[in-house]
Structure formats: C-alpha cells, structure tokens
C-alpha cells in the first residue's frame, strides 16, 4: 500500500466572567429568563442530543475498539454530551481566554478547560470542569494554524503532511517525515516555535479510492467508496460523501450496481466534500450501516469535543471506534491540502472513503483520508459534516423527520435546516440566543428546547 495521505473512498472581565458562572450554577443560562416562567425542568444535554439512541451495534463497537463495558459506554455517550455543553458556555463566558477543552478518562468523566488567565479558575470549577492555564488562546493558536495553511498554499508539504491545533498541549503541531520540512513551513508561514511543536511521523495520508451512511458506492462502474450520510435538498434525495470520491457529473450505481444517481457538487482538494442526488428509485433514510446490518439511527449533527468517541462505518472494514484526536487539522495527500479536517484514532482502509462518522447518535462527518489500517492500527481524518451542509444547502435525515419542513417561529431569525456556528445568534419567541454548540437545526430543536446547543441572551 503506498505511504501517502489518503482520503478514505478581549479577555474577559473577571466580574463578568463570575456573574456568568453564577448564573450558570444557579441554572438560569438556559431557556428561563425574567419575565419568562420555565415549562418544567430542562433538558440535559445527554436528553437533547438522545444518546439513549445509541444502538447495540454502535456500543458493540465501542467496547471492542476502546475496551469499554456496556454500561461505560453508556455513560461516556451521556458524559461526553453534558461536557460539549458546558465546555461551549464557558467558551462564552471566557471569551477571549479561552483556550480549548477536551474529555478524558474511560467513561469521558473528566472536562478540562484551558484558559489563560488565572482569574477564570473558579469559574470553571464552578461548572465542575478541571482548569488549566496556559499561555495561548484558542483564538492565537488558530490564527498561527491559518498562518500555515495560508503558506501551505504556496509550497509542497508532502513531508510535512499534517497540522493542527492541539489543545492539549496548547501549541500548534506539524508532523513531518523529514523536521527540516515541518521548519520550512513554519518559517514561511512566521509562526513563532513557541506557539508550535515538530513532530515525526513515518506515513503520508493517502486516498482511499478502490476498495452502507457506511453503504458501498461505485463510481463510473469503476472505483468504490462509500456513503456519508443521507440527505435531502428540496424533493432531491441523496447522500454526502467525500469529494476526492467523484467529480461533479460522475454518475454511481448501489452496492448492488444498480443505477443509483449522479455528483451534484465536488470539492477536492481544499476541502473534501461532496453530494450525489439520487434517481427516484432510492429512498434516504436517517440511518448508518452498523454491525452485522442492523441500523445506526441518526438524530442530529452536533460536533463532539476532543476526547470524544467516535465511530466509523465503511464498506471496507464496517465498524470501527476511537476517539477525536484533533479539531481544526490540515492534511496534505498527494492531490493537495485539505483543511479543516477532524483527526481522530479509528482506523479505515481504502474503499472506506466518505463514509460515516458518527458520534452516539450525532452525525460528524464524511471519512477523508489517513494512515495505517485496522489490522496495525492507524489514524483517520474526516471531513466535517456541518460544513457540507452548510456548503451545499443540504439538510441531514435524521429519526425526528428531515428538520427542513419548519420554516421557524413567526417573526424570529431561527429556521429548521439552518446549519449554525458558535456564536451565531438568533431570535426566538421574542427572546435572542447565542449557538454553543455547531449543528443543523430541526423541528424540535427550538432554541428553548435545546439548552446543550442555544442560551438565551
């Protein structure tokens, strides 16, 4: 197999900072507000995101790939939930601080939240998350990151194939088969190496063309890949996949090399993205291809957090789990530079491409590229889900119906279909709320039911 990149076919005030604690504490953060007498209690995140959802096969997978019991991987679904919420309203409230979060432990039970000023300690206490101070911000490390990518632009990162923000370490790393290239980069791109850390590695990403979301696909009756996730745009029907899979205008028959549609939009390199519409004899369902055939439900596109389990399905090796590794990661296959990816620990193989990555029961995003295989292990990357949607116009089928058919509440700025960003704000019911969290909205999903992913301003 050969060794290259593959996509797989300011600050914040110290008062207010506290005041917003005090509130979150005191659970006033969410849908209730003065003048406004909370309907019963509100939901978790755990209860909007259904990660009861989380079906056999899914939780099959991660006992195998992350040495989990039932019960712990029950309890990581809902635990990882709950973080991702409070990890995005702390975001908010520290502002400018704020310098990334991330899950541990087995059962995802631990919430780091970095900042750095020392003053936003009890406030990320008070929340029940772990603090620590570091010297840079998200917002400086991701501006270095754009650095990169921008010199990227304008030379060859063959050997210095992947780079991203890491939280963890709160810098910026390259990973390199040859330093010299990863300096090279950083160099031209005047990234400071306090903000950044050289890494080796021995494989390049490559494209996982010839090898059901997680369905095979064949591509001009020649190469396979497979299907992201199910979607519709109007009263077309189809699927999202990866974009290095086809270009636009190649047609694709079904697993069962019956004619099954045509790519309606490609971008590759760049990004890694596409969506073929389908012909009226297939039917998109809000589900993903899990163990042994059975079901996968999906109910929404929430992003998960660093740390978060994750899960894959293809048509080469079917199920497969791991952890998100890195948000906001750049990686150089033969093709060209792609980014932002996700990078994650599950493994894939060629054939694998553009099929689904999901987490519980929340869409992530469509399988890119990666390295090694699952036999030896390896790493993968995906291209984000949201950003598909959002770029094609396209809405997820999900369980609770396709979400495209509420136009909103009369008078308000939010709208089922609508795929939002932290920090986009909204209004509903005569209230304004800021998006913690990125997701496509649906029906239900009103920002008064969904306290994980909307507080109200």
Same mark, same amino acid.
């Given at each position: ?78 635990? +990882? *939930?709950?973080?991702? /919420?409070? $990890?995005?309203? %702390?975001?908010? &409230?520290? =502002?400018? @601080?704020?310098?990334? !979060?991330? #899950? ?70 390259? +990973? *390199?088969?040859?330093? /010299?290239? $990863?300096?090279? %980069?950083?160099? &031209?791109? =005047?990234? @400071?190496?306090?903000? !950044?850390? #050289? ?77 073929? $519409? ?180």
């Amino acid at each position: 197999m050969p060794h290259r990149p593959r996509p797989r076919h300011h600050r914040a005030v110290g008062a207010a900072v506290a005041a917003t604690a005090a509130l979150l504490v005191a659970g006033l953060s969410g849908s209730a507000s003065a003048g406004t007498a909370p309907v019963g209690p509100a939901p978790t995140a755990a209860e909007s995101l259904r990660t009861d959802a989380a079906p056999p096969a899914l939780l099959k997978a991660m006992r195998r790939d992350l040495g989990l019991d039932r019960g712990q991987a029950e309890r990581r679904l809902g635990n +990882e *939930a709950e973080a991702g /919420a409070t $990890a995005a309203r %702390l975001r908010l &409230a520290l =502002g400018g @601080d704020f310098a990334g !979060a991330w #899950v541990s432990g087995a059962e995802s039970g631990t919430l780091t939240v970095a900042t750095t000023d020392a003053g936003d300690v009890p406030a990320i206490e008070a929340r029940g998350a772990e603090a620590k101070v570091v010297r840079h911000s998200l917002a400086d490390l991701d501006a270095a990151k754009a650095r990169l990518d921008r010199a990227a632009t304008r030379r060859d990162t063959a050997d210095a194939p992947v780079w991203y923000v890491d939280t963890r370490t709160n810098t910026v790393v390259v +990973e *390199a088969i040859r330093p /010299a290239a $990863a300096r090279s %980069l950083l160099a &031209a791109a =005047g990234v @400071d190496r306090s903000l !950044a850390r #050289v890494e080796s590695r021995t494989e390049r990403p490559r494209t996982f063309y010839d090898l059901r979301g997680g369905e095979a696909y064949y591509i001009n009756n020649s190469s396979r890949c497979s299907i992201g996730f199910p979607v519709t745009k109007g009263t077309r029907q189809g699927f999202a996949t990866a974009g290095h899979c086809g270009r636009a205008g190649a047609g694709t028959t079904g697993a069962n090399r019956v004619a099954q549609g045509t790519f309606q939009g490609s971008i590759f390199p760049g990004r890694d993205m596409a969506w073929v $519409a389908t012909d009226s004899s297939w039917t998109a369902t809000p589900y993903v291809l899990g163990s042994g055939g059975q079901n996968v439900q999906v109910t929404g596109s929430t992003a998960a957090p660093v740390g978060a389990s994750v899960c894959r399905s293809g048509s080469t090796t079917g199920w497969h789990c791991g952890t998100v590794a890195q948000l906001n990661t750049s990686v150089t296959y033969q093709e060209g530079t792609i980014s932002p990816v996700t990078r994650t620990t599950v493994c894939a193989e060629p054939g694998d491409s553009g099929g689904s990555f999901i987490s519980g029961s929340q869409a992530q995003g469509v399988t890119s590229g990666g390295s090694g295989d699952c036999r030896s292990g390896g790493e993968t990357f995906f291209q984000p889900i949201n950003a598909l949607l959002q770029n094609y116009g396209l809405t997820l089928r999900t369980t609770g119906g396709d979400g495209g058919e509420d136009p909103g509440e009369p008078g308000g700025t939010w709208a089922a279909g609508t795929v939002y960003q932290p920090g986009d704000t909204v209004t509903y019911g005569g209230a304004t709320y800021r998006c913690l969290q990125g997701h496509q909205a649906y029906a239900g999903w009103e920002p008064p039911n969904v306290p994980a992913l909307w507080q109200r301003m």
